[in-house]
């Protein structure tokens, strides 16, 4: 807003009485266009919303950067615990397997021992046969 003041000189009135003014300084309000407060305002408005936009893509690049990190972390974490899972399932496997070929071999041994047991039966048995046949002949 300007504002202008001028001064009248009572002198240079034709008619005074159909002067309705006030003689001496008096103050004349020019006011700008409304529209160049307006642009100005909307001026300062972009501006802040470019520098909060600004803002949030800083926290969103900060956010994505602790993403990818604990991301990794995890990642890292699970490899070390499947690792360990998998060695620990290796070696169950492996002792398994021993136990299992143990056990087998003394059951192998078992029905050996068996069949062993079974013969001298059956070779008893025979000798006994032959013996009771030829005491019967006599």
Not at 60 to 78: C, E, G, N, P, Y
Not at 79 to 103: A, C, M, P, W, Y
Not at 107 to 134: N, Y
């Amino acid at each position: 807003m300007v504002v202008y003041t001028t001064q009248r000189d009572d002198n240079n009135s034709k008619n005074k009485s159909e002067d309705f003014t006030q003689a001496g300084s008096q103050r004349i309000i020019v006011s700008q266009p409304q529209v160049d407060f307006d642009t100005a305002q909307e001026i300062t408005s972009v501006k802040h919303i470019a520098s909060t936009l600004g803002l949030n893509v800083e926290r969103i690049k900060d956010d994505a950067f602790m993403a990818k990190h604990t991301t990794l972390q995890f990642k890292r974490q699970l490899d070390d615990k499947i690792d360990g899972l998998e060695t620990s399932l290796v070696r169950h496997f492996s002792n398994s397997q021993q136990h299992l070929v143990d056990e087998i071999a003394l059951l192998k041994s078992q029905v050996a021992e068996m069949v062993d047991c079974l013969k001298e039966l059956r070779d008893a048995k025979k000798g006994e046969g032959t013996s009771s046949k030829k005491r019967r002949m006599l």
